[in-house]
């Protein structure tokens, strides 16, 4: 369910480091939690986002929540096949709905988040 | 689940947008045991009811129900509810349950008729069953004819093994009954309900359709549309006020039937990208006009509407207005409420 080789930070997104790009989604918990997610305002391409900054953000029919950057760095692209079918968030969350590739300030920051282990046991599962 | 009021309720078993699905097209079961419920008897009952609530209770005949408001002396809302008349002289009202007590006070501040006002929220669970298939669904469990039961009007019964008074009342635009019953039978009825709809495919369904379908067929909602700053002239409830009769709020509410209101409630769909949300900002040529009451994605029309509070100028169909989403203005247009009407 959680890739061993992804991190995931407490505000339920998820990087997948390649070289110095980071890889960056929201979690199926969190998806979970939003329930059918039906738009998504996806973050602007060369913006520079610190640690925990506002990286965009996705709704349900219900609510909206800000998507955070679970590491610092530039936006190098967007997923943008989400802009007209959010719904993949529901569907593949840590595969082909990721959100954004950031090119990396800090390695280091990696360190700091949580493995798939901690996740499961951060969220109860 | 979230706290609500006081009670634990599912805001989706499955996915808002399938059970929203299921009541337009099939059936669906919700669990509004959270509302609650007033009892008003005394051989002047009627007169009572007839001065708290807007509507024109005098001509209500018994097993009928009627919408009407509850106003404040200077025309705001105490609460919208649903009035049932036993007799002349027994009325039950259905009120929302974060108002329940202080519809409870108000009611009784008021009652110079010596009335017996009960606050009987604990007696009764209520279920609702919602949707084209609601009453081949319900009848399966009972032997009153309940196609005989109009469009608001109820008849006392037995259902699934259990005493009841069943409504054909809603809050989502479809055909529907609602049933009162003791609240340690309705674990049962709610089982029996699921099982008698499975072969139209009922869903239980949780507070998050019954917001997205009560919007739709325009609705209004305590603390969204109304409150007690509100009127029923700004809220486009006049329909449900009798001002042939003296009623609580009835001078302020003629008074600003002279003066105008300043605002109105209007529908609205986006026309740019982007969800309104309840209190999102609204501007009108470039500068602040009003707010979002309620805003949503309609999952029947596969757009996003709202409802919000504009100057009466700009709330006739046609008009573009900006909502600010996130710090953007981000354009829609205003429609006729309802957004969505069933073929009957």
């Given amino acids: ?125 | 689940m979230v706290d609500f009021g006081g009670w634990d309720m599912p805001v989706q078993y499955s996915s808002i947008i399938e059970e929203h699905h299921a009541v337009r097209r099939q059936v669906g079961l919700f669990d509004v045991s959270h509302m609650g419920e007033i009892e008003i008897e005394g051989p002047q009952a009627h007169d009572l009811v007839n001065y708290v609530a807007t509507s024109a209770v005098s001509k209500m005949v018994d097993g009928q129900a009627q919408y009407a408001g509850l106003l404040y002396e200077h025309g705001g809302f105490v609460d919208d509810i649903l009035i049932y008349r036993i007799s002349a002289t027994r009325f039950f009202l259905c009120v929302n349950a974060a108002n329940q007590e202080k519809d409870y006070r108000h009611i009784r501040s008021v009652n110079r008729w010596e009335c017996d006002v009960r606050f009987a929220s604990k007696g009764y669970a209520q279920l609702a069953v919602q949707g084209p298939q609601a009453r081949a669904t319900t009848q399966k469990l009972t032997s009153v004819d309940l196609s005989a039961i109009r469009y608001y009007r109820f008849a006392d019964g037995e259902i699934g093994g259990v005493s009841a008074r069943i409504a054909r009342t809603g809050y989502t635009g479809e055909d529907c009954f609602e049933v009162f019953l003791a609240p340690e039978r309705a674990e049962s009825l709610w089982r029996q309900l699921l099982a008698a709809g499975q072969e139209f495919g009922i869903r239980p369904c949780g507070l998050g359709a019954r917001n997205t379908l009560r919007l739709e067929a325009g609705m209004a909602l305590y603390g969204h549309e109304i409150d007690a700053t509100v009127t029923p002239l700004e809220a486009g409830l006049m329909r449900n006020v009798d001002l042939r009769k003296d009623f609580v709020g009835r001078a302020a509410l003629e008074t600003q039937m002279t003066r105008g209101p300043r605002r109105k409630l209007a529908g609205f769909e986006m026309t740019g990208r982007g969800i309104a949300r309840d209190g999102y900002e609204i501007w009108v040529d470039g500068a602040p006009g009003g707010w979002v009451t309620s805003g949503s994605p309609s999952p029947t029309l596969a757009r996003n509407i709202g409802m919000c509070y504009l100057p009466p100028p700009v709330t006739e169909p046609g008009r573009t207005i900006e909502v600010i989403i996130r710090g953007q203005p981000v354009s829609a247009v205003t429609v006729p409420i309802p957004f969505y009407k069933r073929a009957r």
């Fill in chain 1, 1 to 125: 369910m959680y890739p061993g080789n992804y991190r995931y930070s407490k505000e339920h997104e998820w990087v997948s480091v390649e070289g110095d790009v980071g890889i960056v989604g929201i979690t199926f918990h969190a998806q979970k939690e939003l329930g059918d997610i039906v738009f998504v305002d996806l973050p602007k391409l060369g913006a520079k986002v610190e640690q925990g900054g506002v990286l965009g953000s996705v709704e349900s029919v219900k609510a909206v929540s800000d998507i955070y950057a679970p590491v610092s760095g530039e936006v190098v692209e967007v997923n943008q096949a989400l802009a007209d079918a959010p719904e993949k968030l529901n569907e593949d969350p840590h595969g082909a709905a990721w959100i954004a590739r950031m090119k990396l300030s800090s390695l280091a920051e990696m360190d700091g988040l949580l493995t798939a282990e901690d996740y499961q046991k951060y969220i109860g599962g």
